[in-house]
């Protein structure tokens, strides 16, 4: 197994662009989590889908983030227009059944704004 | 609710030495809990975790980890340390019941060994 993918690795953008982060998770994982994680506030969960669907956005930072799960293989995280505030490493996790086995997570995406 | 603390953000260690990075947790109901270790520019990676069974956890790389369910603990130990096991280390639980599959992290601690 690839294990979680992420693209891209690294992406560098200035202010008020889009910016789309794209997660292929496990093969068979029915959760998927996104996460970022800066040296202020650590690691946050900023939504998670179970089955495809959405069920808690409460860690969105605001209406500028959303993220979409079309399928069971894929899902993005955008934000528009990004801030220099934004910068970060954003993670995406898939788990499967209730999660008792642990996350696996991808190698993550910095994020540069500027 | 649950919540996570990780009692230091940093350890030094000098190679092949002992040591301990201490979790403890808050939580009403009967929880998973996890340890991670973020090796530098990588994601986190599940270390062990303990569901239930014997209170003494083995995981990857000589780490083990001991659940005490009066104090609320779940401290990470290795005998001997190396070089490659410097990282970040992350403490994290979630309810062992319900649809809530949302990990609760501690802050981190930074585990430095020197040479």
């Known amino acids: 197994d690839a294990g979680v993918i992420q693209s891209p690795r690294h992406e560098v953008t200035e202010m008020g662009q889009e910016v789309t982060l794209r997660c292929k998770p496990i093969?068979?994982?029915?959760?998927l989590f996104w996460y970022r994680q800066t040296m202020m506030r650590g690691l946050e969960l900023l939504i998670y889908?179970?089955?495809?669907?959405?069920?808690?956005d409460s860690g969105m930072p605001e209406d500028r983030f959303s993220a979409k799960m079309p399928n069971a293989s894929f899902s993005t995280l955008k934000i528009q227009p990004s801030e220099p505030r934004d910068s970060a490493v954003y993670f995406c996790?898939?788990?499967?059944?209730?999660?008792?086995?642990?996350?696996?997570f991808g190698s993550g995406t910095r994020l540069t704004v500027v | 609710a649950q919540s996570v603390t990780q009692l230091d953000s940093q350890v030094p260690v000098f190679e092949e030495a002992p040591v301990e990075l201490r979790c403890n947790y808050s939580?009403?109901?009967?929880?998973?809990l996890f340890w991670y270790v973020q090796y530098p520019n990588q994601g986190l990676q599940l270390l062990l975790k303990?569901?239930?069974?014997s209170t003494l956890v083995k995981g990857i790389n000589g780490f083990e980890a001991e659940f005490n369910k009066s104090q609320t603990s779940f401290h990470l130990r290795k005998p001997s340390v190396h070089i490659s096991d410097t990282a970040e280390y992350f403490c994290?639980?979630?309810?062992?019941?319900?649809?809530?599959?949302?990990?609760?992290w501690g802050l981190g601690t930074s585990l430095a060994v020197n040479p």
């Open positions: 996790a898939s788990s499967s059944g209730q999660g008792a086995r642990g996350y696996t």
């Open positions: 093969s068979g994982h029915n959760s």
């Open positions: 889908f179970n089955n495809n669907v959405p069920i808690d």
């Open positions: 939580s009403s109901v009967s929880v998973y």
């Open positions: 303990y569901l239930s069974g």
């Open positions: 994290a639980v979630r309810p062992n019941a319900g649809n809530n599959r949302k990990l609760i």
